[in-house]
């Protein structure tokens, strides 16, 4: 039996986004959306779906949190030898999406993945609660097959015993942050009919981790 959604439709009133107004730098817009969607009390406004692809030619996607903002792009800690670090390590390409359905709202972005600094990953991980911090080593690598959960118990039982509460739990080599310099970024704010507001800002010649990059903006067609 198929399922059929083609009646359900909502028309979207919220907001609108004007390319004449819209502030000059991007990450002004990106906090400032941020900071509503936090205002207005959306779940984990900083989960962000992540889409990459690796040698294989078979796109990936997935939520991760995104912990930063930097001056750069946004920042997400993972296990670097997972399905989504092996695609990395193959092709640094990737797309975040935010969408966040109580302002109408949706942000793409678009850049290029590097590894962040192992002190700051390592100064991160030690802030995670004690019970994440065992997980993220029961969790290795992240995205193996496991037998059953039994056996992911065990070995997070073993490694209580290991580093018991209030104990250092190292911080595991194979695990840090991402930070994704952003190239391109749209805002999609949704409007009635179907005539949605994109305005997409794409940064300027080659100036890919330059703080004073120059941005550009356009409409696009909803
Ligand atoms: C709300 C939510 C938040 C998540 N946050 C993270 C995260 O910050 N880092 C992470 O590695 N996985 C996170 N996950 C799990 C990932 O979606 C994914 O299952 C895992 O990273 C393995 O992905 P991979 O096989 O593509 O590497 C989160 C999942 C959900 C639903």
Redesign the pocket.
Known sequence: MSMDFTDQRLSYEKGSLDQQSVPASPFELLKTWMNEAIEQQVQ?PY?MSLA?CGADNKP?V????M?EITENGVV????YE????Q?IAENPNAEVLFFWHELERQIRIGGSIAKIDANKSAAYFQKRPHDSQVGAWVSQP??GEVANREVMEQAFEALQNDYPENSQVPTPEFWGGYEITIHEIEFWQGRASRMHDRIVYTRDGNEANKKDASWSTKRLLP
């Open positions: 984990e989960a990459t990936s997935r939520i991760v949190l912990r997400f800690y993972t296990n997972s399905a989504k670090g695609d992240q995205s």
